[in-house]
């Protein structure tokens, strides 16, 4: 059976859902917040700070479906303004500070390994949809920063995947035709689609949550440097 091979220079990697996962214990998030909101002599309860975070977070919604992206910066200024407390510099540092320790985040085990293996033949870089710039310092903790010449939060660009811009500014940085990039991550919308109208070839991380996706796909990123092998003319197999 012939395949058609690509020469390959770069693969761009999701983050959540791709290369690990995480989430926050919602209570013990919005307790922490109402507590640093009380000891700075705001009194405001619980149910309020509940209120105002999802009136905020579904404003960033309204402009994600845009294409848009917004700084956890920005949503938090929303946040404070719905409860009458004037945003600041050093609350909305604390408050991007309390989101990161209470998201707990897990790699999936083989992540290092492949990560090794695939930045001795390709520029690396991650594309991570999110308004924080957690994924940077969580690979940068572990010394995986090393693997990437980019690692581009959507924050930073202010749009986000499926959106084309977000990676043709990457492949830009890296001096990479979309032609010769392959983009892998686990949502069909952002990643597959969004490949697919950058003019990149798209790997599927299998997600049962995903509508299907007809495209090369891999049951999990372990998976990827073989898949890569038979996709790579370059490679030596």
Not at 35 to 63: D, F, I, P, T
Not at 92 to 97: D, M, Y
Not at 118 to 141: C, F, G, I, W
């Amino acid at each position: 059976l012939w395949v058609m091979c690509l020469e390959i220079k770069a693969v761009l990697l999701d983050f959540g859902g791709t290369l690990g996962e995480g989430g926050l214990d919602w209570d013990s998030y919005h307790r922490s917040i109402q507590a640093y909101l009380s000891s700075l002599g705001h009194g405001v309860a619980l149910k309020q700070v509940k209120q105002a975070l999802a009136s905020a977070l579904a404003k960033l919604e309204r402009r994600r479906s845009k294409g848009l992206e917004s700084t956890f910066e920005e949503v938090y200024s929303w946040f404070l303004a719905e409860l009458g407390i004037p945003p600041n510099g050093e609350t909305l540092e604390w408050l991007h500070r309390n989101f990161k320790n209470h998201y707990k985040n897990s790699f999936y085990p083989c992540v290092e390994a492949m990560l090794e293996e695939l930045s001795t033949r390709y520029k690396l870089a991650l594309v991570s949809n999110t308004m924080s710039d957690q994924p940077r310092e969580l690979l940068a903790e572990r010394g995986w920063d090393r693997f990437f010449q980019e690692v581009v939060c959507s924050r930073d660009l202010g749009v986000r995947k499926p959106n084309p811009e977000i990676f043709w500014t990457v492949l830009e940085r890296l001096g990479v035709d979309p032609s010769n990039a392959v983009h892998v991550g686990d949502s069909v919308e952002a990643d597959m689609k969004g490949a697919q109208a950058a003019g990149l070839l798209g790997v599927w991380v299998r997600n049962p949550g995903q509508p299907a996706w007809s495209g090369h796909a891999v049951d999990s990123i372990c998976q990827l440097p073989d898949l890569l092998r038979q996709l790579d003319c370059c490679s030596e197999n």
